[in-house]
């Protein structure tokens, strides 16, 4: 199977053109160990904040921005492209009805098939299912349909990464099952 490879290559590699037609990756070595190392942080127990303040007080540039934003870090752990697998229909276009316009949203899937790449993994398959292993223990907790969550504990707790007090917001508002984070 030829690569699929989007516009923006994920962190850690660059789009190269193939021989003839169609594109692959190919791992740039200074991002591609800071790809290792947020994994192997995150084995050791680390969190997500945790990776974040280690990332950023060795002064290590972010995707995107200068900065290392704790949303970022999950991102990384479940990009299959990391192990040299494609995901295929991961981000399926799904047209919705939304205030009379019919529009096309992207959301992701829960699971997908992984299809061998034409490119190089940066990380160990072992290693890969063991942090799928810990992302799945600690999946964040839905409400079905348009019910109500009420957060006993909103306004209580301050996050030691970034100082905010615990509140209840959406992040997927395309699923049937909502996926809802603290």
């Known amino acids: ?27 740039i070595e200074s991002q591609a160990k800071v790809v290792r190392m947020i994994f192997d942080l995150y084995l050791s127990g680390l969190g997500y904040c945790e990776i974040e303040k280690r990332l950023n007080a060795l002064h290590i540039p972010a995707p995107k921005s200068d900065k290392w934003s704790a949303r970022a ?65 600690n999946a964040a907790v839905h409400t079905p349909g348009n019910r109500q969550q009420s957060n006993p504990l909103a306004g209580l707790i301050v996050c030691d990464c970034c100082g905010k007090t615990t509140r209840i917001f959406y992040t997927n508002p395309f699923f049937s099952v909502e996926e809802v984070a603290y």
């Open 1 to 27: 199977i030829r690569d699929s490879i989007s516009n923006v290559p994920p962190y850690g590699y660059e789009r190269y053109k193939l021989e003839g037609r169609g594109w692959s990756l190919r791992p």
């Open 73 to 137: 870090i999950p991102g990384i752990l479940r990009n299959a492209h990391y192990i040299g697998c494609i995901p295929a229909a991961f981000r399926p276009g799904k047209k919705v009805v939304k205030d009379g316009q019919v529009k096309v949203t992207r959301p992701r899937v829960k699971s997908c098939e992984l299809y061998k790449g034409l490119h190089e993994p940066i990380i160990d398959r072992a290693v890969w299912d063991q942090v799928q292993a810990r992302l799945g223990k």
